[in-house]
């Protein structure tokens, strides 16, 4: 077998060079790990660190309202359902179906407390046969990736009632799409059961919200309308 070439000074030299170069450059890149992952900024932004998003309000639902709706959505939920869609399918609609669903005379304890959220939050235009209704089950570990409700598909306001939420700062985020998370475009809502969100204007249109993995069980009931002119599109669904 040939013998290895001799390393000249030069080599030796250069091999050093590049050495040290490689090292300075993996410790900085940990070092900006480092920095991304422990950075106060960016640990803040799990909390509700700057100002409401313009257009959000939020107020608190009665609790008795709340505990009933809760109770009435886990004895019709079972353990693994991660979604309960009320009056319309959503995901029907998506593919231009109209399909009616289960409505107030299933769930007279949401409805109850779609109507009180409604009346609290002053909403004008809030017609019985336009709602959709989502209800979210998470477990610990499950999210909800960043998104605005589909404008051409809903009009007006989306609102929503923290039903359980067991995780401490465990809950929706709003912040501007295709902008990088900082301290500065994150809000994270403070949730608590029977918080109540009415997204509207800039909170609506340009704030995405999402729900970050949670770290223990939390439900929520998210409503929103159709626009009219998009529900006169649907096709009935045939079964
Ligand atoms: O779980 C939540 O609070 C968010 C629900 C939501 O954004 C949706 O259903 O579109």
């Given at each position: 077998m040939p013998s290895l070439p001799e390393f000249t000074p030069e080599a030796r030299r250069l091999h050093r060079k590049t050495s040290a170069a490689y090292f300075i450059n993996s410790a900085l890149i940990v070092i900006r790990l480092a920095m991304v992952v422990f950075d106060p900024a960016f640990a803040r932004c799990?909390?509700?660190?700057n100002g409401t998003p313009p257009g959000l309000r939020m107020l608190r639902a009665p609790s008795e309202k709340v505990a009933a709706a809760r109770e009435e959505l886990e004895r019709h939920?079972?353990?693994?359902?991660r979604t309960l869609e009320m009056q319309y399918a959503y995901s029907a609609s998506k593919q231009g179906l109209l399909k009616p669903l289960r409505g107030s005379r299933y769930f007279p304890a949401c409805y109850s407390l779609m109507e009180a959220v409604e009346r609290a939050f002053a909403i004008?235009?809030?017609?019985r046969d336009r709602l959709q209704a989502m209800v979210r089950c998470y477990k610990a570990g499950q999210q909800l990736r960043l998104h605005i409700d589909d404008t051409a598909m809903f009009e007006g306001s989306v609102l929503s009632v923290i039903?359980?939420?067991?995780?401490?700062?465990?809950g929706l985020v709003l912040r501007p799409q295709g902008v990088p998370p900082s301290c500065e475009t994150c809000f994270a809502v403070d949730e608590e059961p029977g918080v109540a969100l009415c997204l509207e204007g800039s909170s609506r249109y340009d704030f995405g919200h999402e729900v970050p993995p949670v770290t223990a069980p939390r439900l929520s009931l998210t409503w929103r309308w159709f626009r009219a002119a998009y529900m006169q599109r649907l096709s009935p669904h045939m079964r």
């Open positions: 799990n909390l509700a660190c939920m079972s353990t693994d359902q004008e235009s809030c017609d039903l359980r939420c067991d995780g401490h700062k465990d």
